[in-house]
């Protein structure tokens, strides 16, 4: 279970329209409370008109940085970001778990490897703080980057992303895509097929890329990975992360399930038994409990809910995050797990 720390704001800086990042004081005896691995991300929790809200943003540097910081862009109806975007200020405290996440960068400058990263709009976050590290940590690796956004006005850290080309010319590649501009040097449209091959098979065909990193809107992740794999490239070298998955009406329709099911759920080393119904949601069961199981999106999309489930079956309505590996491991993600049979087990310290 994640524990909620008290961290004051100590900069704010705007990163791109509608976009800012937030870096965060963090008290010495809490440093190893926070230290991350690149990709990783934290939840933040706020109370709004009265309503708790729970979001997952990335960390956007590099684990050696010393830095605590996210990035936030604010979208349409989007409570928590457009209340950061234009209400936050430098000293305000906000509730931040520790970092969390399974889209992850561990360098190794024992060996050569090469990384490409495809990103779209707030995407970026995670990946540049994996391309920082890969810079700082890998000094002979390579890097290639493929960024879609609108135009350069709507490119979060345009500025820094130039100032890490120029300072790794020999090692850092940027291909610009914009869909609302024509740039120089840059691809007009989004980040496509076509867009794939010329970077991968013309561009940088001379570049044997161990491993890549995707993070975006779940139609760009499925483009980028189908043409991947297309050209021969294995999914354990795929990695991705969705920042917006399909919305539920556009899923295939889940079974209407009516039974009733005895749960029994641990959290913290508390273990608690409770009848549900088949039609909840695990993790809707358990907070209707007052359990205290972690969460964030509800979504499918982050990994805060990850249980492990020790008897029993359940059905996922979707899964954005686990590998069929950790499937076949036990691990569920409970916002979208309903049961199937009268008992289940679920564990949410063994993960």
Wanted: hydrophobic content about 35%; overall charge negative; some cysteine.
């Amino acid at each position: 279970m994640s524990t909620f720390h008290k961290l004051s704001i100590k900069n704010i800086k705007k990163e791109a329209n509608n976009a800012i990042s937030i870096a965060f004081n963090v008290p010495e005896n809490l440093k190893d409370t926070y230290a991350f691995i690149a990709g990783q991300y934290v939840t933040i929790k706020a109370n709004l008109n009265g309503k708790e809200v729970r979001r997952d943003y990335s960390l956007c540097e590099s684990p050696k940085s010393g830095e605590l910081k996210i990035a936030i862009k604010a979208v349409q109806d989007g409570a928590f970001s457009s209340y950061a975007n234009y209400k936050l200020r430098v000293g305000d405290v906000l509730e931040v778990a520790p970092p969390k996440g399974h889209f992850i960068f561990e360098p190794n400058d024992s060996k050569t490897k090469n990384i490409a990263a495809f990103a779209a709009g707030s995407g970026i976050t995670p990946i540049l703080s994996i391309i920082k590290c890969a810079l700082e940590e890998e000094i002979y690796s390579k890097v290639i980057l493929v960024y879609g956004n609108k135009s350069t006005e709507d490119t979060m850290f345009l500025a820094e992303l130039l100032e890490l080309q120029h300072e790794h010319k020999d090692r850092f590649s940027i291909q610009f895509v914009f869909s609302q501009q024509d740039k120089d040097d840059s691809i007009f449209g989004r980040i496509e097929k076509s867009t794939v091959n010329y970077v991968m098979l013309n561009k940088h065909k001379h570049i044997e890329v161990d491993a890549f990193y995707l993070c975006g809107p779940e139609a760009m992740i499925h483009v980028v990975k189908d043409v991947l794999t297309d050209n021969g490239i294995d999914n354990e070298r795929i990695h991705y992360e969705l920042f917006k998955a399909a919305k539920p009406a556009d899923l295939e329709e889940v079974v209407n399930l009516k039974g009733k099911t005895q749960a029994t759920i641990t959290v913290d080393d508390e273990t608690t038994t409770i009848e549900m119904s088949q039609s909840q949601s695990i993790l809707e069961a358990a907070l209707d409990e007052d359990i205290d199981a972690p969460y964030s999106c509800q979504g499918g999309i982050c990994c805060s809910c990850i249980a492990r489930l020790k008897e029993g079956e359940v059905t996922m309505r979707q899964n954005n995050v686990l590998t069929e590996k950790e499937v076949a491991s036990g691990l569920i993600l409970t916002c979208q797990s309903h049961p199937t049979t009268p008992n289940i087990v679920v564990d949410y310290d063994d993960v």
